[in-house]
């Protein structure tokens, strides 16, 4: 079993940068591949980037390549999502979650997933 809680989220300017953490607590956190989704209102979940459980591979939607970092430290059960040059589009509610398989742009293969945490860019 995994929990994941979600924090580092709040109102940026565009242009500016955020780091969003998510704290995981368990045994098994580094048996797990872990991502990142946001959903913004009245659209779907989807995917932002994802990274391997040893750390070694990442992935990163189009639309955040070159601008969001995602990455682990299993000895802290901690995951983390560096944004920067950040948006008014990139403006959603952002989730961790935890996953055994490796479609990671798949919502639907994620086994846990965290409370979210709200992130909003201005123009």
């Known amino acids: 079993q995994v929990q994941l809680v979600e924090s580092g989220g709040g109102l940026v300017q565009a242009g500016g940068s955020l780091r969003l953490s998510c704290a995981a607590s368990?045994?098994?956190?580094?048996?797990?591949?872990m991502g990142w989704f946001r959903q913004a209102p009245g659209k779907e979940r989807d995917f932002v980037a994802a990274?391997?459980?040893?750390?070694?591979?990442?992935y990163y939607a189009d639309s955040v390549k070159g601008r969001f970092t995602i990455s682990r430290d299993n000895a802290k059960n901690m995951v983390y999502l560096q944004m920067n040059v950040l948006k008014p589009e990139d403006t959603a509610v952002y989730y961790c979650?935890?996953?055994?398989?490796?479609?990671?742009?798949?919502?639907?293969?994620?086994?846990?997933w965290g409370q979210g945490t709200q992130v909003t860019v201005s123009s």
């Open positions: 979650a935890a996953t055994r398989f490796s479609s990671w742009s798949n919502p639907k293969t994620y086994d846990y």
């Open positions: 368990g045994r098994t956190f580094s048996s797990y591949g």
């Open positions: 990274i391997t459980r040893s750390g070694t591979s990442t």
